[in-house]
């Protein structure tokens, strides 16, 4: 589906694609555009995700407010990855990272 699309159906691919919670890659894709150009259309259109939840989109997991401390401090001095910060933390379960 890589053709330019009207600005009313691109507004609603746009729409679909972030309430979906899809890659913007993928939204991009579907109407034949750039990633700067989505943004700036899905910006327009009022649906971009804050950064807390593009954080979270790309971590694929939710850290909770009394663990944010924790979390961020195994991150900078402890040098440790997303998933490995979450498996020490509790917030997934070694299958669950397995998974990805």
Do not use: W
């Not at 919670?21 to 649906?47: R, Y």
Request: hydrophobic share 35%; proline share 3%.
């Amino acid at each position: 589906m890589n053709t330019k699309l009207n600005g009313e159906d691109r507004r609603k691919v746009i729409l679909e694609g972030y309430g979906n919670n899809e890659p913007l890659k993928a939204i991009a894709a579907k109407i034949g555009c750039s990633l700067a150009s989505l943004k700036v259309t899905a910006s327009k259109v009022g649906c971009t995700r804050t950064p807390k939840e593009a954080a979270e989109f790309r971590r694929g997991f939710h850290v909770p407010e009394d663990k944010q401390q924790d979390y961020y401090q195994l991150m900078t001095a402890g040098q440790y990855r997303a998933r490995e910060c979450a498996l020490i933390l509790g917030l997934l379960t070694e299958q669950s990272s397995v998974s990805r």
